[in-house]
């Protein structure tokens, strides 16, 4: 469904909390020509100049995983050294560290993806990406469709046109989709690409 969508000549736009590099092998692999949302909007990176745009200031959320560790002790992380923006950490674990940012008066915001919390920097979301995104191909968020399964992706649906669950989404992204799926995971993404193909002249 990818590629049907690429050959009518709608780009993709992968967006995900992967860092640059990872999301570069994927968006091969793929098929997809878009931009690239990374670390849920910290980088946009621009295929068509190779161009890499930070939005996210790393030091806040490596000062918060200071902090978090001052208190918690060792806590495992994923992909750190791949990471630019952001650090990932294993595992569900919004709610033991959340009560620290407003106490600490830290700079950042926690987003769950299912299996990672990504401590971010809190001026970026995958929905502010999205604008420099839609630069890159000369169009208005408005004009994209945003298709997601996670907590990370309710910024991306409030910014964009309109926003298709995959019926696994979490709760929270189901309340602001216009669309949720009957399919799950990748099929629903299928479901969804399919949906927006026969809508579009």
């Not at 994923?78 to 940012?101: C, H, K, M, Q, W």
Request: charged share 25%.
């Amino acid at each position: 469904m990818i590629r049907e969508s690429e050959e009518k000549g709608i780009p993709l736009i992968l967006s995900s909390g992967r860092p640059l590099g990872e999301l570069r092998m994927i968006q091969r692999l793929v098929g997809a020509s878009g931009p690239l949302i990374c670390e849920n909007g910290g980088i946009v990176w621009n295929p068509k100049t190779d161009e890499k745009t930070t939005l996210a200031d790393r030091e806040k959320t490596l000062q918060a995983y200071r902090v978090f560790t001052r208190h918690l002790g060792k806590i495992e992380t994923y992909n750190f050294d791949l990471r630019e923006t952001d650090v990932a950490l294993f595992g569900s674990r919004a709610r033991e560290l959340e009560p620290f940012i407003a106490r600490e008066k830290l700079e950042v915001h926690i987003l769950e993806t299912g299996y990672l919390t990504h401590i971010t920097d809190c001026n970026v979301d995958k929905g502010k990406a999205l604008k420099f995104a839609a630069e890159m191909l000369g169009l208005e968020t408005r004009e994209i469709a945003a298709i997601g399964d996670s907590q990370n992706d309710v910024a991306l649906f409030l910014a964009a046109g309109a926003g298709y669950a995959v019926g696994n989404a979490d709760a929270r992204l189901k309340v602001v989709a216009t669309r949720i799926m009957s399919k799950s995971s990748g099929s629903g993404c299928a479901e969804a690409i399919r949906q927006i193909l026969e809508e579009t002249p």
